[in-house]
Structure formats: structure tokens, C-alpha cells
């Protein structure tokens, strides 16, 4: 018969095996499944715009994020020509797309997501699952819980060198279109005046423009990402996006 020494090191080289295979799952797993860059991009609301023969078209993009983006507005020009438009003057041309790049960081949502799903099951399954087997055999859970608490630290080590990451920009895109008829536009503005009471101003305004407004999310997803490997196709989904409005 074994004897109680031989069955305690028999179980704790079967929690060492398990915990250290179970330390990796989280990381592989994420490894395999995100090797490929996935970029995606969506509207919060759909433009319309009324057709036309006209295919002038005057672009002003801005950045107020804090990373570089200074292809944006020639990938854009780039797209639109694609189809045919060409660039013109405020006052001649029959659309204005007006850009604002508001953010264009790690997603601070998907992050908190990602560390949930494999940092937390990566670093803390091998411990669970020591408990688990010195309770079913009635062996103290001292030296099973070190080694589930070592295998833990493994997990996070290897969860921490395979990151999924997740790149976002957010922008903020105006369309404006000719109209043969006037088009009334007002437009309001609540500014505080110190800490008891606003100022409301509000202008009314005469033209012959159409003006659209939306916002577009455009997400580049891979394993350890980094920012000059997202943002040329962020910029290129972006402006793929714009075009296909027109």
C-alpha cells in the first residue's frame, strides 16, 4: 500500500502539473485567438444625404486627442477622390466634412474587460483548484494552497506578457450639404456664471446648408498592440467610413 508521505507527494506533483498547465490556458488562449488585427468601426446614427451631380467637396479635420494623426486628412482626401470628388473652397463646395478627433487611446472599457476575463481566471485558477483538491482528500491546504498562490503568480506573469488590446478613436464628424432653399439654424449655449446661475445664449442664423452631425467609434484589436501598428488603420477605417457617407 502507498503510504500517507507517498500519497501527499503524489498529490501535490499532480497540483504542480495541473497549476502550471492551467497558469498558460489564459495566455495561449488569447495569444491564438488575437494574432490578427481586427479593426471595426460604428455610427452612433446614420447621414442621408440628398443626391447630387456635384461632387465638390471641402474637408477640415482636426485633433484635439493626444496622439499624432496628421495622415488623417489626406487618407480622407485620398477615399473621397476614390469616388470621384474633388476638393474645393468653403464658399463653392457642395459638401463641408468637418472631422474632430476627440480620443484615440486604449478603451479604457475593454481593458477592464480583458484583465477581468483572462488576468483574474489566468492568475487565480490554479489556486482554486489546489483547495479543491485538499479538501476532497482531506489533506491540510497549507502546502497545496503555496503552490495554487505560486501557480497564481505564474498565471499573471505569463497573462502579463500576452495582453489583448484594444486601440479606440472617437470622432466627431459634421457633414453639411447645399440646399437650393433657405435653411434657418439655431443654435443655443448654456455658460455658467460662477457657481449659482447659467447665462443661456441662443443665435439664429439664415444659409443654404444641410447640416448632419454623428459619431463614429473605431476600435483596432490585437494581442500586445501597439499605438504605430493601430493608428494607420484607425485612420484608414475612419475615412472609409466618411466616404461611404457621400
Not at 486627442?65 to 468653403?90: E, F, N, R, T, V
Not at 479538501?135 to 506573469?157: D, K, P, Q
Request: glycine content about 8%.
Amino acid at each position: 500500500m502507498i503510504g500517507i508521505s507517498m500519497k501527499k507527494q503524489l498529490l501535490v506533483t499532480l497540483c504542480v502539473a495541473s497549476a502550471v498547465a492551467l497558469s498558460g490556458c489564459s495566455a495561449v488562449n488569447t495569444a491564438i485567438s488575437k494574432r490578427n488585427l481586427d479593426v471595426k468601426t460604428q455610427m452612433s446614427q446614420s447621414i442621408w444625404l440628398q443626391p447630387s451631380s456635384d461632387k465638390s467637396v471641402y474637408i477640415d479635420v482636426h485633433n484635439t486627442s493626444d496622439k499624432d494623426m496628421s495622415d488623417l486628412q489626406s487618407k480622407i482626401q485620398s477615399q473621397l477622390q476614390a469616388k470621384g470628388y474633388h476638393l474645393a473652397s468653403p464658399e463653392s463646395a457642395e459638401y463641408w466634412v468637418q472631422v474632430n478627433v476627440l480620443k484615440a487611446d486604449k478603451m479604457d472599457a475593454r481593458e477592464a474587460l480583458s484583465m477581468m476575463n483572462t488576468g483574474y481566471q489566468g492568475a487565480f485558477t490554479g489556486a482554486a483548484l489546489g483547495a479543491g483538491i485538499a479538501a476532497f482528500n482531506g489533506v491540510g491546504t497549507g502546502g497545496v494552497l503555496g503552490i495554487g498562490a505560486a501557480s497564481g503568480l505564474l498565471g499573471a506573469v505569463a497573462d502579463g506578457m500576452v495582453k489583448d488590446i484594444n486601440y479606440s478613436m472617437i470622432t466627431d464628424l459634421q457633414i453639411s450639404q447645399k440646399t437650393e432653399g433657405a435653411v434657418d439654424t439655431t443654435r443655443s449655449a448654456s455658460l455658467a456664471q460662477g457657481t449659482g446661475s447659467n447665462l443661456k445664449q441662443s443665435v439664429k442664423t439664415t444659409g443654404n446648408r444641410m447640416t448632419y452631425q454623428t459619431r463614429i467609434m473605431s476600435n483596432a484589436e490585437k494581442v500586445n498592440l501597439e499605438f504605430p501598428e493601430a493608428k494607420p488603420v484607425l485612420e484608414a477605417q475612419l475615412a472609409k467610413s466618411i466616404a461611404g457617407i457621400l
